[in-house]
């Protein structure tokens, strides 16, 4: 068995075995700051709806729910605290300073569409409700947009993943090239993740100095 199966293996195993809570949860974390990409939770659940353990309706509820309590933690973290409080907190909650710089001029840009837009795109879905939060966006329209936007993302991974749950004999026919693309990925992710974070912390040594 190769890395990538055994890897999807494992995660699909401990969907299973924490049940739909888990998968809320993940999904609360991902609207959040924290570095938990839904691309890397729903299809895995997808998986368990090909085998008839899960619902699509359930996971797709349930996933959507965790989206919007993340984005409304964010949304409120950024209302009430302001930049101030994303200043001095994000580096413990591991916020880019640069991934929020960009995802301000996004908001800033396409405005309330913005909230909807964004759920499709990487990094930004995790930042988004922050600027809309300090900028007082109206909570309803909010609300709807990050449900909109959330539904149909999650619902397209879940659908994802229950297909290549139905497909799994051509995953594991190509397993070989698709763990070398994978571990490309995470050494990219992790380059990525430890420059960011070198960056933002010599940006704030030269400011405390």
Do not use: C
């Amino acid at each position: 068995m190769g890395f990538t199966e055994k890897l999807i293996e494992n995660i699909v195993s401990f969907i299973d075995s924490a049940g739909y809570g888990s998968v809320g949860f993940l999904m609360m974390l991902e609207s959040m700051v924290a570095p938990v990409p839904s691309e890397a939770v729903l299809p895995f659940a997808g998986f368990l709806v090909a085998t008839g353990r899960f619902t699509f309706l359930n996971v797709a509820v349930v996933s959507t729910l965790g989206s919007i309590v993340g984005s409304w933690l964010s949304y409120i973290m950024g209302y009430y605290g302001g930049r101030p409080v994303i200043n001095k907190f994000g580096k413990y909650l591991l916020l880019s300073q640069h991934d929020l710089a960009v995802t301000e001029r996004f908001f800033a840009r396409y405005g309330s569409a913005a909230i909807f837009v964004a759920r499709f795109i990487p990094v930004i879905r995790h930042l988004i409700s922050i600027p809309a939060g300090i900028g007082k966006m109206n909570w309803l329209s909010f609300t709807v947009y990050t449900t909109a936007g959330a539904a149909l993302w999650n619902m397209f991974l879940i659908w994802l993943g229950f297909h290549l749950r139905n497909h799994w004999d051509v995953i594991h026919q190509y397993s070989k090239p698709i763990d070398i693309v994978m571990l490309i990925l995470l050494l990219v992710f992790l380059a990525y993740f430890i420059r960011s974070h070198l960056k933002y912390n010599l940006k704030e040594k030269k400011r405390d100095q």
